[in-house]
C-alpha cells in the first residue's frame, strides 16, 4: 500500500516538482501557439516609441527581482520552522510563488508578441522561460535552501529515496 498522504515529504516535492513543470510547459505551449498564429513577425529594435518597449523588460525584471526577494526573505523564516513538513510545505509555497512571479511576464510578453508582431517581446520571454527551467526544484537545491538539521536530513533522505 502507496502512501499518498498529501503532507509527506515525497508527495511535497513531487507535487513541487510537477507545478514547476506545469508552469514552464504553459509558457512553452502559449509561446509557441503564437508564434504560430501571429502574421509578419519580426524583431523591430526600430519602434522606440511603442510603451510594450520599455514595459515589457522592466516588467520582466521586475519580475525576477521580486521573486527572488521574496524567495529569499521568506526562506530565513522557512527555516525557522520545526519541523521537515512544516518546512517543505511552506517552501512549495514560496517556490510557486517564485516561479509564478517569473512565469506572469514571460506570459504577458508572449500576448505583447501577438498583439505588435514583434519576436523582441518573444525573446523577453523565452530568456525568462530559460530563467524558470533553470529554477527547476532538485533535491540537493531543497536541502540546501531549507539548512535541515541533522534529524530532518535523514528524514529527508529516507522520505525521497
Do not use: W
Request: hydrophobic residues 45%.
Amino acid at each position: 500500500m502507496t502512501n499518498t498522504n498529501p503532507h509527506n515529504p515525497k508527495q511535497i516535492i513531487k507535487t513541487l516538482t510537477i507545478l514547476h513543470y506545469a508552469y514552464c510547459l504553459a509558457v512553452i505551449v502559449f509561446g509557441t501557439t503564437a508564434l504560430f498564429i501571429t502574421d509578419n513577425a519580426s524583431i523591430n529594435f526600430s519602434n522606440t516609441d511603442e510603451t510594450f518597449f520599455y514595459l515589457i523588460p522592466i516588467f520582466a525584471i521586475g519580475g525576477v527581482l521580486s521573486s527572488n526577494y521574496i524567495f529569499r526573505n521568506s526562506l530565513k523564516s522557512i527555516q525557522q520552522k520545526s519541523t521537515l513538513i512544516e518546512k517543505l510545505t511552506h517552501y512549495q509555497s514560496v517556490r510557486i510563488i517564485r516561479i509564478a512571479l517569473i512565469e506572469a511576464p514571460a506570459l504577458l510578453g508572449i500576448v505583447i508578441f501577438m498583439i505588435t508582431s514583434n519576436q523582441f517581446y518573444l525573446i523577453i520571454s523565452a530568456v525568462l522561460l530559460a530563467y524558470m527551467v533553470l529554477l527547476r526544484p532538485t533535491l540537493p537545491v531543497i536541502k540546501t535552501d531549507l539548512q535541515l538539521i541533522p534529524e530532518q536530513e535523514r528524514e529527508f533522505r529516507e522520505a525521497t529515496k
